[in-house]
């Protein structure tokens, strides 16, 4: 039988170990170690080499962003079947300080651009298309909205029409990025300091966006998202002297720690990435005139990168 001054001990210690472990703050998650191991030789770039990981799988496409001495693109996104013949494009959105944004529209498979629309000026980080709808990231955390028939209009008539958008904005979470798949959007915030959010919304056949319950926690310094039916992979990046990220995280958890997941360098200032025909194109913001003539600058890139999905995908 424990004498009563073992007892006592026994209690205090206990009481101190509870006592600790309630006091104690609750930890950040755990940093995600990326694949830093890169080739050190000549790449299909400017610039050092991001990573093995990243040259092994993307080269330059066809297309090379337009406007860049005067705008700085974003975001990115496809249009299939755009004008009703089978053609498709990959539109990039670009903003200028105290101008319009622009919409470019450009043929994937000839590089050519073949409209450009102004629409309200903004940091434009995301757009895309889904239910005849273009969906573009507005202002102050909204989503505008637009018909595809009035921006195929718009795409196809000559110099830079301006387009409106369609009824008000609606203000979600956090829009520094959007995508879509399926009959959902998803737009989330960028933090430069820790990991962000993103939510689902659902969209309605007038365009109208309906949040789905629960938000996905992402990257620390996500600028674009490309969704597939069994990935998120996440673009982030942040100073045009730091390489970016490719997260390649397979569905099922909210919780990243939980995510299977990959992570490894790309160039620096990764912004939009989408997907056409099993093919992801990567756009970067370097080659604009804000950063292609600081020599601080690591990657100055204009065109846009491509690598096949599932080359990222099997990764995770």
């Given at each position: 039988?424990?004498?009563?001054?073992?007892?006592?001990?026994?209690?205090?210690?206990?009481?101190?170990?509870?006592?600790?472990?309630?006091?104690?703050?609750?930890?950040?998650?755990?940093?995600?170690?990326?694949?830093?191991?890169?080739?050190?030789?000549?790449?299909?770039?400017?610039?050092?080499?991001?990573?093995?990981?990243?040259?092994?799988?993307?080269?330059?496409?066809?297309?090379?962003?337009?406007?860049?001495?005067?705008?700085?693109?974003?975001?990115?996104?496809?249009?299939?079947?755009?004008?009703?013949?089978?053609?498709?494009?990959?539109?990039?959105?670009?903003?200028?300080?105290?101008?319009?944004?622009?919409?470019?529209?450009?043929?994937?498979?000839?590089?050519?651009?073949?409209?450009?629309?102004?629409?309200?000026?903004?940091?434009?980080?995301?757009?895309?298309?889904?239910?005849?709808?273009?969906?573009?990231?507005?202002?102050?955390?909204?989503?505008?909205?637009?018909?595809l028939?009035?921006?195929r209009?718009?795409?196809?008539?000559?110099?830079?029409?301006?387009?409106?958008?369609?009824?008000?904005?609606?203000?979600?979470?956090?829009?520094?990025?959007?995508?879509?798949?399926?009959?959902?959007?998803?737009?989330?915030?960028?933090?430069?300091?820790?990991?962000?959010?993103?939510?689902e919304?659902?969209?309605?056949?007038?365009?109208?966006?309906?949040?789905?319950?629960?938000?996905?926690e992402?990257?620390?310094?996500?600028?674009?998202?490309?969704?597939?039916?069994?990935?998120?992979?996440?673009?982030t990046?942040?100073?045009?002297?730091?390489?970016?990220?490719?997260?390649?995280?397979?569905?099922?958890?909210?919780?990243?720690?939980?995510?299977?997941?990959?992570?490894?360098?790309?160039?620096?200032?990764?912004?939009?990435?989408t997907?056409?025909?099993?093919?992801?194109?990567?756009?970067?913001?370097?080659?604009?005139?804000?950063?292609?003539?600081?020599?601080?600058?690591?990657?100055?890139?204009?065109?846009?990168?491509?690598?096949?999905?599932?080359?990222?995908?099997?990764?995770?």
């Amino acid at each position: 039988m424990p004498r009563p001054f073992a007892i006592l001990t026994a209690f205090i210690t206990t009481a101190t170990a509870l006592t600790a472990a309630v006091a104690a703050p609750v930890t950040a998650s755990a940093a995600i170690s990326c694949d830093t191991a890169t080739t050190g030789g000549s790449t299909f770039y400017d610039g050092p080499s991001a990573s093995v990981k990243y040259d092994a799988r993307f080269s330059n496409s066809s297309m090379t962003v337009p406007e860049l001495g005067s705008y700085t693109p974003q975001g990115a996104g496809t249009w299939y079947n755009w004008d009703g013949s089978g053609q498709n494009l990959i539109l990039v959105a670009s903003y200028r300080s105290g101008a319009d944004s622009h919409i470019y529209g450009i043929n994937p498979s000839t590089g050519a651009t073949v409209g450009v629309v102004a629409v309200a000026e903004a940091h434009v980080g995301g757009i895309t298309t889904s239910k005849g709808w273009a969906f573009v990231a507005g202002t102050s955390n909204t989503i505008r909205k637009y018909r595809l028939t009035e921006l195929r209009d718009a795409m196809k008539a000559a110099g830079t029409p301006y387009l409106a958008q369609v009824g008000t904005a609606r203000s979600v979470a956090g829009a520094s990025f959007l995508t879509s798949y399926g009959d959902s959007v998803w737009s989330g915030s960028f933090n430069e300091t820790g990991r962000g959010t993103m939510y689902e919304y659902k969209i309605a056949d007038d365009g109208t966006l309906t949040t789905v319950a629960g938000a996905w926690e992402i990257p620390t310094k996500t600028q674009g998202l490309l969704v597939t039916a069994t990935h998120f992979i996440y673009a982030t990046s942040y100073g045009r002297d730091n390489r970016s990220n490719l997260y390649v995280v397979r569905r099922g958890q909210k919780d990243l720690d939980a995510a299977t997941l990959s992570c490894f360098r790309s160039p620096s200032m990764a912004e939009g990435i989408t997907e056409y025909n099993g093919t992801a194109y990567q756009v970067y913001e370097s080659g604009s005139y804000l950063y292609s003539g600081d020599p601080a600058t690591l990657n100055v890139i204009s065109k846009i990168h491509k690598a096949t999905v599932s080359s990222l995908t099997s990764l995770a």
